[in-house]
Structures are given as C-alpha cells and as structure tokens.
C-alpha cells in the first residue's frame, strides 16, 4: 500500500493554503471494506493489484478514527491560515487484545453437498460466462466441464484470456494450478 510521508503532504497542503484554492484529502479517515468489495489498481499487463480490505491508505485519521502524527501536521499546517476551534482532539480508542484465530478446513468447495447447500443456480453454456452476464455482483462462480471420453490429453494446455481476477484449476477434485490476473497467469 503506498504512503506519503508527513513533509510533501504538508507542503503541499501549505502552499495551496496560501494560494487560496480548495482542498479535498483523500482518504482522510480509513476505513475497512468486507466481503468482495476491496477493489484493486491497473497498472498494464501483469500489474494488477488487488487492494486489501484495509482502507487506510496512510490516512490523518486510522482505521479506528485514531489520529496520526499526519493528522497532527495537517492540523498545525491548517492553523497557520485559519482559527481552530476550540474543541479537543479525541483520545485514541481503546482496543481489544484478541486471541489469535486458528482456522481448519471443514469441507471443499467441490463437495456436491455442499455446493447444493450454498448455491443453487446452475446455467449451460457453450463457453464460460462473465460474471456480468450472470448478473453475479460478486462472489466466487464454478464453472464446469465434462471432457468426452475420447478426447486426447497428451497434453493439452489450458488457456484461459482474460481471466479476473483468479481462477482456481481442478482436474476432477486435483488441483492442478491457479490462472492470475495480477500475475499474468492464463495457461
């Protein structure tokens, strides 16, 4: 994640100060992001790069709303063309010291049980579908194939264009590989 350190931020923030422009800091407050909505940054080919779920971004204030020496610098830059009010700063939070979380395996996602249990839409088609031709917001889609019998394998490679964002490969219930967007992965 990039960070800016404290002396260009606030240099730059003092001299648009004193040429009277309009300023907006993004981010100034972190934030965190559940589910699969974290976003990512394209850079070309190869260069795509998921975003945590963390939204702090080096932003004044934390992911708990806690100020940040940023914050503080931002602060006295801003009392140098403006009055501050008169109102306290907020101590830090509190935090909660949490045990770790051990997490084990309970089932896989190709468990026919399962996968009925989760889901229930099954779509046919010649060739895999987009997400967005699914109406699938988010989330994680299976895409299946049954293999005729007769086919030759000896080898074939597999090779999937486009892929977004990664795509886990079995052969039967034998994972055999990962396809990656970020790493410009697609056989």
Known sequence: MARVSIEPVTKSLREMLAAKVNVNI????????????????????????????????????????????????????????FPMPNVPIPRPARKMSLPSVVLKPVDSLLNKMLLSAIGSLAINARDPLTFEAMNQYSGLVLYEAVLPSGLKTDPIKLTVENIHDKGYVYVDTTYVGTLSRQNAINT
Do not use: Q, W
Request: proline letters at 9%; glycine letters at 12%; charged letters at 20%.
């Open 26 to 81: 993004y981010m100034f407050y972190g934030g965190t992001n559940f589910g699969f909505t974290a976003g990512a940054n394209e850079a070309g080919p190869g260069r795509f790069v998921p975003d945590i779920t963390s939204y702090d971004y080096d932003a004044p204030l934390d992911e708990s709303g806690d100020p940040t020496p940023k914050y503080f610098a931002i602060r006295k830059v801003i009392s140098e063309f």
